[in-house]
């Protein structure tokens, strides 16, 4: 079944909202393919001026994280509605930098997932196996309970809307990414586990994005992988040529 591809840049705790008009500008001016979906998912002080930035553009903006209430006491965290309002689409969930520096668990994930897809953001929701879990040969049973963990409760309809990222932890930033074998594996039994959890009718249609060290250099071989669905950009992301390349590269889905 064919999905459409998504190109997500992550851009962590990168650029100012004046840095933020600029890279967009430059993204705008490069960016000529327009079949895949794009996204740039920015810190939080840059949402509204990336939409504004992004306009008539085809380019959603995503937050990077979401609440999980509608309101009330939970300093430092930011609503569905807020999000909403400055005109954001998209938010990342569970990434692996929120579970190993700021505490966030499967059950933090699940809440923010079901929130998000309440409120119609989409939910980009991330799962990936550690290094030491790798050579532990616990790679499909990480990511099984990641995924079953972030799915728990949520309706097949949801679940269809959500896009889920593998990202092995050992390959974010590092400059090695996962063979395209292995990426197109991972990704394969992850669609399985949706399989299970939803049927199959569902699960083809949930993308899955590979994510870790994805750069213009490797993402036409990432990209020609039938599992891999498009790719969580973060470092390659931040350059507007690179991060073209990568959105180009999806052209082998059509
Ligand atoms: P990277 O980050 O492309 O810099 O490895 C990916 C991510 O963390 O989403």
Redo the contacts with the bound molecule.
């Keep these: 079944m064919k999905r459409k591809p998504v190109i997500?840049g992550?851009w962590?705790m990168n650029k100012t909202v004046a840095e933020t008009k600029e890279l967009i500008a430059q993204i705008r001016k490069l960016n000529v393919y327009k079949a895949a979906e794009v996204v740039v998912c920015v810190p939080f002080t840059d949402l509204a001026s990336a939409v504004k930035a992004c306009k008539g553009a085809r380019i959603g903006v995503g937050a990077q994280n979401i609440a999980w209430a509608d309101k009330g006491a939970f300093t430092g965290e930011i609503s569905a509605e807020m999000l909403k309002e400055a005109g954001v689409k998209y938010a990342?969930i569970g990434?692996?930098?929120r579970r190993q520096y700021f505490g966030e668990t499967d059950a933090g994930v699940n809440k923010r997932t079901a929130q998000s897809l309440k409120h119609g953001i989409i939910p980009i929701v991330?799962v990936g196996e550690t290094e030491s879990e790798r050579n532990d040969g616990v790679t499909d049973k990480v990511n099984e309970s990641q995924i079953r963990g972030a799915f728990a409760g949520i309706a097949a309809e949801g679940a269809r809307k959500t896009i889920v990222?593998y990202?092995p932890v050992w390959?974010?930033?590092?400059?090695r990414?996962a063979t395209k074998e292995d990426a197109d594996a991972a990704i394969g039994f992850i669609r399985r586990v949706l399989a299970k959890l939803y049927g199959k009718p569902v699960a083809n249609r949930i993308r899955i994005l590979y994510?870790?060290?994805?750069?213009a250099k490797n993402c036409d071989e990432l990209m020609s992988m039938p599992e891999i669905d498009g790719?969580?950009?973060?470092?390659?992301?931040l350059i507007a040529a690179d991060f073209c390349r990568i959105i180009e590269s999806a052209k082998s889905k059509f």
């Design positions: 997500a992550n962590k990342v990434h692996s930098e991330c990222a990202e390959a974010i930033g590092t400059g990414t994510g870790g060290s994805m750069n790719g969580l950009i973060g470092g390659a992301s």
